[in-house]
Structure formats: C-alpha cells, structure tokens
C-alpha cells in the first residue's frame, strides 16, 4: 500500500512540475493525486471508517486555508474592480533604470506582506505594462517583481500561503515571524538588486500613453474608500485572530462581509447592469479557483501521506541521516524551486511534531523564509513565478540565465542573516 501510495504522488508531482509541457492544469492533476492517494488507502486499509474519519479530520483542518484564500482573493479582486491600485501606479513618474527597478521591487516586497505574492505579481507585472515599453527590460522588471514577492509574502502572515499554512497550524505567530522574519527577506531581496545595479544602465521607454482610455463611472471618492478598506480588512486580519483566538479564515470571512455591504451601499442607486461590475458576484467569478482546488488536491495528497506514516518515517530519516536543522530546511527551501512549496510545508507540519517544535520555534520560522524564498530559484517554483510565467512569457531556461543565480545568492544571503541574527539575540 504505501509504494503504492509514493508511487501515485510521485507520479503526481511530476505531471505538475511539467505542467507547461504536458499541457495539463496543474489543479486537475493535483486533484485526481489526492483523491487516488486515499482510495489506494482506504482500499488496503481493512477499517474503512477509520480511514473515513481521518479524511474528514485533515478536511475540517484543510478547510480553513482554503476559505481564507477564497475570501483574501475576492477582497483583492473587489480592489481591482474599483480600480484602486490606480492609487499607486498613477504615482510612478521615475524613468531610470536602475531608480524604478529598486522602487518597484520595494513596492512589490511591501505590498506582497499586505496582499499575498501571487495577487502581488499579477498587479506589478500589469503596472510594468503601462510604464515600460521595451520588452527585454520588462522581462528583467518581471524577474526581480518574483523575487520581491516571494521575499515579501514570507515575513507576513498573509503574504504567502505556506507562511498562511504555519500560521493557522499554530506553528508561528503573526507578530513574531514578522519581528524575525523581516530582515532576512529584505536582505533576500536586496543582494540581486545591488547585483542588478552595476548592470542595469540608462532609462526605459514608455508606452505611448500610460493612461487607461476606458470610461470610468467611479468617483475618486469611491475608489479610495473601497481600496483603504480592503488593505485595511486584509490588515486586520491577524489583528482580529490575535484578540478574538478565532481562526484566520473567520476574520477575513467578516472582513469580506463588511467590504460586501460597503460596495452594495455605494453602488446601491445604480442599476443592476451598472453595478454588477463593481460586486462580489463578479469578484467571484475571477478569482481564481484553480488555484484554490489545486491547494485542495496537494493538501489532500500530503494529508493521505501523513496518515499512512510516511512522513513521520521521512522525518525520522532526515534526522538520522542529515542531523542538522539548518541544512534540512535549506533543503526544504532548495527543493520548493522544483517542487511547490505548498506540499512542502504541509509535508514538514505532518512531519514534526508541535511537541518537538513547539509555536514560533527556530525551525518553523526558518522553514517559513526558506520555503517563501526559495521558489525564486525556479520561475515554476512559485505562485508568483508561474503566474509572471504566464503574463510576460517568460521562458524558463532565460530565467535559469539571467534571474536564478541572482535569487539563490539572496536566498542564501537571508538564510545566513537569519542564522547569524538568532545566534545574537
């Protein structure tokens, strides 16, 4: 049963890693891996009902990750529709090289702590649409946008989803991985910068308009109120988990709630036609769900694994083999280029034990910067990677040549600052 069970989520893995080759979303495949991972269990398993209440036990856990995505991506998909990172694009007046890459990249590391890294990207990289014309310097814009997004979304709770992950798992606390966790992720982002900086030269050429021509029915006062709400509700979030002990996904459900009735309150004279743009029915249906079934399908998978013992058994050899907690999590990080970082981290809490490494333990949060980091190796080892993919068309062999080494030489750099800063305090 259990090479039976390696076999269908190796099998798996593989078909995602290649997802852009074999032509086939990566969410069906994670699906269909997890859903035969716990028929090959319950068929081999002679207590059928054990097996039952297990699924339902990692579902019930499962589902408020899945639930926090569903309402922080409609919130962000609200702020969108109401044109309200317009606040921030129309600010962008710099036209040197290496003066805007740095700005950009400081944006993207501080806007991805607030949004998450993967909505961080998709509103950069249509950003560098209107304000760079050549397509080569857009692509190295593009490149380091993934860095810093990656780099920003592990130092914040709500900025990635593995760091999510270990924040509704208990396995660290908002305040804290932000406290240790901000410094090396900046450090991450600014060795490839200082790289980029002696190589980077002259200015870019803009479009010929940077403004959008399509017709706006949105006063200004509208746009800001639903764009200070939603980062505001987004925010709050571990704010609300801090003082009420309620779980991640309760406040960011109230926070949708509320930015629900503030939209249906602005737009309420409108008719049906005019405002269903501007509605959470509409945010709804752009979101992207593939994404949200596809973490369903590796969580599912990796829940499988846990339950037969196969990632206690991995553990176990790690630690006999390796012995080194720095090395084991680099290795971690390192192998989320290649492999998502999602079933990584789910992987590691099935792993280890909260009784071995208790909340806000130096392991957790160093797996938190690894995982959140070292995606960036790859251009497929990230959400925000993938998604760049997508967008610009980026191939993967000319971000192997000109990012990959720049986004390890941070990588390495941050893990260091962060050894180096817990040995001092």
Same mark, same amino acid.
């Given at each position: 049963m259990?090479l039976?069970?390696?076999s269908i989520f190796?099998?798996g893995?593989?078909?995602?890693?290649?997802?852009?080759?074999i032509?086939?979303?990566?969410?069906a495949i994670?699906?269909v @891996?997890?859903?035969l991972?716990?028929?090959?269990?319950i068929i081999?398993?002679e207590?059928?009902?054990f097996?039952?209440e297990?699924l339902v036990t990692h579902?019930g856990d499962?589902s408020g990750?899945l639930?926090?995505?569903?309402?922080a991506?409609?919130?962000?998909?609200?702020i $969108?529709s109401h044109d309200g990172?317009?606040?921030?694009? @129309?600010r962008?007046?710099?036209?040197s090289?290496?003066?805007?890459?740095?700005?950009i990249a400081?944006i993207?590391f501080?806007?991805?702590a607030?949004? $998450?890294?993967? &909505?961080?990207?998709?509103?950069?990289?249509?950003?560098?649409?209107k304000?760079i014309k050549?397509d #080569?310097?857009?692509?190295?814009f593009?490149?380091?946008v993934?860095?810093?997004a990656n780099a920003g979304?592990?130092w914040?709770?709500?900025?990635d989803v593995?760091? @999510?992950?270990?924040?509704?798992?208990? #396995?660290?606390?908002?305040g804290?991985?932000v406290?240790?966790l901000f410094?090396?992720?900046l450090?991450?982002?600014?060795v490839p910068?200082?790289f980029?900086s002696f190589?980077?030269?002259?200015?870019i050429?803009?479009?010929l308009?940077?403004? $959008?021509?399509?017709?706006?029915?949105?006063?200004?006062? #509208?746009?800001?109120?639903v764009?200070?709400?939603?980062?505001?509700i987004?925010i709050?979030?571990p704010v609300?988990? &801090?003082i009420?002990h309620?779980p991640?996904y309760?406040?960011i459900?109230l926070?949708?709630?509320?930015?629900?009735?503030?939209?249906?309150?602005i737009?309420?004279?409108?008719?049906? #036609?005019?405002?269903?743009k501007?509605?959470?029915v509409?945010a709804?249906?752009?979101?992207?769900?593939?994404?949200?079934?596809?973490?369903?399908?590796?969580?599912?998978?990796v829940?499988a694994?846990q339950?037969v013992g196969?990632?206690?058994?991995?553990?176990?050899?790690? @630690?006999?083999k390796v012995n080194?907690?720095?090395?084991?999590?680099?290795l971690?990080?390192?192998t989320?280029?290649?492999i998502?970082?999602?079933?990584?981290?789910?992987?590691?809490?099935g792993m280890?034990?909260l009784s071995?490494?208790p909340?806000d333990?130096y392991?957790?949060?160093?797996?938190?910067y690894? &995982?959140?980091?070292?995606?960036?190796?790859l251009?497929?080892g990230?959400?925000?990677?993938?998604?760049?993919?997508?967008?610009?068309?980026?191939?993967?062999f000319?971000?192997?040549?000109?990012?990959?080494?720049?986004?390890?030489l941070?990588?390495?750099?941050?893990?260091?600052?962060?050894?180096?800063?817990h040995q001092?305090?």
């Amino acid at each position: 049963m259990t090479l039976i069970i390696i076999s269908i989520f190796i099998i798996g893995y593989v078909a995602i890693a290649t997802e852009h080759f074999i032509k086939i979303n990566k969410a069906a495949i994670a699906l269909v @891996t997890g859903v035969l991972c716990w028929t090959a269990y319950i068929i081999f398993t002679e207590d059928k009902l054990f097996v039952t209440e297990e699924l339902v036990t990692h579902l019930g856990d499962l589902s408020g990750i899945l639930f926090f995505l569903l309402g922080a991506m409609t919130i962000v998909e609200l702020i $969108d529709s109401h044109d309200g990172f317009e606040i921030i694009t @129309t600010r962008l007046t710099q036209t040197s090289k290496i003066r805007l890459l740095w700005i950009i990249a400081f944006i993207t590391f501080f806007l991805s702590a607030i949004l $998450d890294n993967l &909505t961080t990207t998709i509103v950069i990289l249509s950003l560098l649409r209107k304000l760079i014309k050549d397509d #080569q310097d857009r692509l190295f814009f593009a490149g380091i946008v993934v860095v810093a997004a990656n780099a920003g979304g592990a130092w914040s709770p709500i900025g990635d989803v593995t760091t @999510t992950m270990l924040w509704i798992g208990g #396995q660290v606390t908002a305040g804290n991985i932000v406290l240790k966790l901000f410094l090396p992720s900046l450090i991450c982002l600014m060795v490839p910068l200082v790289f980029l900086s002696f190589k980077f030269k002259g200015n870019i050429e803009r479009p010929l308009s940077i403004a $959008d021509p399509e017709y706006k029915s949105l006063s200004n006062k #509208q746009q800001l109120v639903v764009f200070f709400s939603g980062v505001l509700i987004l925010i709050l979030v571990p704010v609300f988990k &801090t003082i009420t002990h309620l779980p991640p996904y309760m406040g960011i459900l109230l926070g949708l709630g509320i930015l629900w009735i503030i939209t249906e309150i602005i737009h309420g004279e409108k008719d049906e #036609q005019d405002k269903y743009k501007y509605s959470v029915v509409y945010a709804l249906r752009k979101i992207d769900t593939p994404s949200i079934l596809f973490f369903l399908g590796i969580l599912v998978s990796v829940a499988a694994l846990q339950s037969v013992g196969i990632l206690s058994e991995l553990a176990e050899w790690l @630690t006999l083999k390796v012995n080194n907690i720095d090395v084991v999590v680099i290795l971690i990080g390192l192998t989320s280029s290649v492999i998502d970082n999602v079933p990584l981290v789910a992987a590691a809490q099935g792993m280890y034990d909260l009784s071995q490494y208790p909340t806000d333990h130096y392991f957790w949060e160093f797996l938190a910067y690894c &995982t959140g980091t070292g995606g960036s190796a790859l251009i497929i080892g990230s959400a925000a990677g993938v998604a760049a993919m997508g967008i610009e068309k980026i191939n993967f062999f000319w971000y192997l040549k000109k990012i990959s080494l720049l986004a390890l030489l941070g990588y390495f750099a941050g893990a260091f600052t962060y050894i180096i800063q817990h040995q001092i305090f």
